[in-house]
């Protein structure tokens, strides 16, 4: 008679156990009961964080927050000590104006009182050949009459020829001061102030590095450095926790997805807040299977294959905080 009723007591329990663990495993998925328009799924808040530094080295002047301070997005929060690359960027300026003083020279080519001194050298020596002529043609006409000697003539020859190349020279370079710069001049001086203005940019842009400023709105969570340190560009300085955007990332099992879609809007429930409920929608879903992380992983759910899914939430606050376990509540779509 006793055994007759334990049988019937195990088969039971062992039922009960079935349709419990029946229960878990579709709670774990994401699959929501016959009744429920709902689907219910588990994540943790996922925000983003920077490490700031600087672009260039340098030695800290100021260090303006401290941790756990709000800042918002163009706040100065260090500067680095500004001489050094103050006085370069002068000295860029400097060669800027030479290149250009340099241009505009050649371009406005030669000024006419420059101009009137050429052709008055030319005069000059002009002069100086219709005499050096006179006095060959006295010499060859004394050494005829044998009045003076060869020597002299040669003599008299030669100044000749020096002033006639000489005035063909001058009348060469009026030419040339008529003409002014050469193309190739002028090219060179626009290369040169090119090169010069991309050196001034350069050094301006090394000068505004020398301020960091914070990216986006956020949260000081590290002050890692301090004034008085020299820190290259690949030196943190301060790590800044991001208020925007707060995103949800979470897991939906494979028999999920025809009902879930980018877009769509959830609600996100907190531990500390479980009676509000955040806006969001899903922003974005893996196209690539992944087995369960182990922040969910059991031993029923081991070989299971999830899609991490990201949930943007729209009106986050102080509620949400990095890492953060919550719930995810979304309608369920059906297939079409």
Same mark, same amino acid.
């Given at each position: 008679m006793n055994?007759?009723?334990?049988?019937?007591?195990?088969?039971?329990?062992?039922?009960?156990?079935?349709?419990?663990?029946?229960s878990d495993l579709s709670i774990k998925l994401g699959i929501a009961k016959a009744k429920d328009p709902h689907v219910t799924l588990y994540g943790n808040v996922d925000i983003?964080?920077? $490490?700031?530094?600087?672009?260039?080295?340098?030695?800290?002047?100021?260090m303006k927050f401290e941790e756990g301070e709000s800042v918002t997005a163009g706040t100065k929060l260090a500067e680095l000590d500004a001489r050094s690359f103050q006085d370069t960027v002068r000295g860029a300026e400097a060669e800027v104006a030479r290149r250009?003083?340099?241009?505009?020279?050649?371009?406005?080519?030669?000024?006419?009182?420059?101009?009137e001194q050429a052709k008055a050298r030319v005069s000059e020596v002009?002069?100086?050949? $219709?005499?050096?002529?006179?006095?060959?043609?006295r010499q060859q006409l004394l050494v005829r009459e044998g009045a003076s000697a060869e020597v002299q003539r040669e003599h008299a020859a030669a100044s000749f020829a020096m002033a006639t190349a000489r005035l063909e020279s001058t009348n060469k370079a009026l030419q040339l001061t008529r003409e002014g710069a050469r193309r190739e001049d002028i090219a060179e001086a626009k290369a040169g102030l090119a090169a010069a203005e991309a050196s001034l940019s350069a050094a301006q842009t090394s000068l505004a590095d020398s301020v960091l400023s914070a990216p986006s709105d956020g949260v000081i969570l590290s002050r890692v450095r301090e004034p008085g340190a020299i820190v290259g560009p690949s030196d943190i300085v301060f790590v800044l926790s991001l208020l925007k955007p707060v995103w949800v990332r979470a897991?939906?099992? $494979?028999p999920l997805l025809g009902r879930v879609s980018p877009g769509m809007e959830v609600s996100v429930f907190s531990d500390t807040k479980p009676g509000k409920a955040y806006k969001g929608r899903i922003g974005f879903i893996s196209p690539v299977a992944e087995f369960t992380p182990k922040s969910v992983e059991t031993p029923e759910l081991r070989t299971d294959l999830v899609y991490r899914m990201r949930v943007i939430v $729209?009106?986050?606050d102080q509620g949400l905080r990095q890492d953060m376990p919550v719930t995810v509540r979304l309608p369920i779509v059906e297939e079409g």
């Open positions: 055994k007759r009723v334990v049988i019937p007591v195990v088969v039971l329990i062992v039922a009960g156990i079935y349709t419990a663990g029946c983003r964080q920077v $490490e700031l530094g600087f672009r260039v080295a340098g030695r800290i002047a100021q250009t003083a340099l241009l505009a020279r050649f371009q406005a080519g030669s000024r006419p009182a420059e101009i002009t002069a100086d050949l $219709e005499r050096a002529r006179q006095d060959l043609a897991y939906v099992a $494979e $729209e009106d986050a």
